[in-house]
């Protein structure tokens, strides 16, 4: 159940103290309750009426009420009951109704015509477990030596005596001035390639983007640049530095069953094996080709560096057991008063990882960080924009989202983007929630990528007002910006903005609770970073809502070149971009 609350705008100082506020109530009968539950809060330093100093930029409030909801929703939809929230579960059909439960308490409005839901059709994907590969004269066993899958829609996957070629990076970048497959027909044949870009393993920062992953860094592009190469089987060559994982997830996350999205071709363009092999698997095969793996992996950095044949064969045999089924997209808006088709869009993924059975017990994957915390997020700061907008209704729309098969490969996301309820041009901005700071607040609030947006300068400016600053992902090898639901949306053009503090104030969540059964609700919780990130994200979402800015994307890549196209007339000015920003500009391939 979902209770209105009463907000109050304030003024930050860097302390974070109260210094002066004027109220507004959601509704005027609600003047008793905000007085008695601000009393409550036992501030002495809230003045009342007094108004927000004109000179001092403003903040949104988030009082211990919002707090009081916000820890019901994250401590609710991370319970047990709610079974890990796994896509096409019963803990699916729980989620789904409470988030739409949720939004018609707050009065908002469906965002699919008369729907509050979008199905999102997903094919259930599991490969055979006992698969071998054959490389060569060695033969290797699947889940501990080398992993494999398909997207395609097909029963059986039959790779035969293929051609093997190690390819580099597997990248072709013409702003970059790379190709890895220049002159170079793969038709039919089987690719070895290494995980993340040159810039990575070079460490030079004049190489993609050094030590930051650019989109080429990531499986995920190098399976859908081989496809375009024509290539039938991608095996990359994990390691775990580059990759920021260890061979354990490489493992769980590609031996188990997967989603996918369906195509009209039933995903026949695609690869038809997506593989990685063990490091030592390849040492073993390059050794037994006569070939130096250090020293390839040395070359396939540098500039000119030329594909090898690598004189062995690949065979491999797998069949799928496929079931398709529908999953669910939520999303709620809030109709602006003056330019309702412009529309400012705030996410969470609501899915996770489930349930299993180990060793005959059930393990639930409760996924309390990720994301009940974002979703919570998403919910509370709902309620606190409705009760906003009953004083002052915002000019745009607001929408509230929250995505499905986040987890297996943004597909909610994917699917949204690509059948969005109104054209992406109208889009105005998307901010994205994925794991939140539960403990303490802090002097900083992270970003992901660096000269992407004009989202960046709107986040230094609304942090500097809370007395804060940002602070650059300090782990950029990793790509983030490309992992979560945000990418989805920044891939048809719409600026968009990823919050993720995951992990970041807690030395051991990486470590030991990340995508663990162990990511649970603690009563513990102080919510203090959840308090001062609602704040600040409520504030972009009010100035976006009540502003006439349309965000724009900065360096060249193909995110700005579909907004272009989309918004011809986006305005170009003042932003000035120099020769050397374009060269160093980062684009994903499609
Ligand atoms: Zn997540």
Known sequence: MIIRQFIQKVCFTSSFTVRTSSLTTSKSGLMAFALLALASIGSASVALPALAQADTPSTLAISDSDLDLYRTHVSTLASDKFEGRGPLSAGETLTVNYLVEAYKALGLKPAFGDSYTQPVPLAKITPSSDMALTLGQHTFAGGSAFTARTQRIVKDITLKNSDVIFVGYGINAPEYNWNDYAGLDVKGKTVVMLVNDPGFASKDPDLFQGNAMTYYG????????????????????????????????????????????????????????????????????????????????????????????????????????????????????LPGASAADEWVMLHAHWDHLGKSEKNGKTVIYNGAVDNASGVAGVLTLANNLVAQSEQTPFERTLMFSAFTAEETGLLGAD???????????????????????????????????????????????????????????????????????????????????????????????????????????LPSWTLGGVQQDLALIGTMMSNLANGQQWPVWKRDSDFKKKRLIDRPEAPAAGLVETAAETAESEAPKQ
Request: charged share 20%.
């Open 415 to 521: 699917h949204f983007a690509k059948n969005p309820p109104i054209p992406t041009a109208n889009m105005v901005a998307f901010l994205n929630i994925d794991g939140m700071n539960v403990n303490n607040a802090v002097d900083y609030i992270l970003q992901y990528g660096e000269g992407y947006s004009s989202l960046e300068d709107d986040l230094s400016a609304t942090a500097a007002a809370q007395g804060r600053s940002v602070k650059l992902d300090p782990r950029p090898q990793n790509g983030l910006f490309f992992r979560s639901d945000h990418f989805a949306l920044a891939r048809q053009g719409v600026p968009s903005l990823l919050f993720m503090s995951l992990g970041d104030t807690d030395p051991n969540f990486i470590a030991n609770r990340y995508h663990k059964a162990d990511d649970d609700y």
């Open 218 to 333: 990531r499986w995920t592009y190098k399976y859908e640049e081989a496809a375009r190469q024509g290539a039938e089987a991608v095996f990359i060559v994990h390691e775990t530095m580059p990759a920021g994982y260890g061979w354990g997830v490489v493992e769980n996350s590609n031996s188990n069953t997967k989603f996918t999205l369906v195509d009209n071709n039933k995903n026949l363009s695609q690869v038809g094996v997506m593989g990685w092999l063990h490091l030592n698997t390849a040492r073993t095969v390059f050794e037994q080709a006569g070939l130096d793996y250090a020293a390839l992996k040395e070359q396939a950095s540098t500039p000119g560096f030329k594909p090898i044949p690598m004189k062995v064969k690949a065979s491999l045999t797998f069949s799928n057991t496929i079931t398709h089924a529908q999953s669910l997209n939520v999303a709620a808006i």
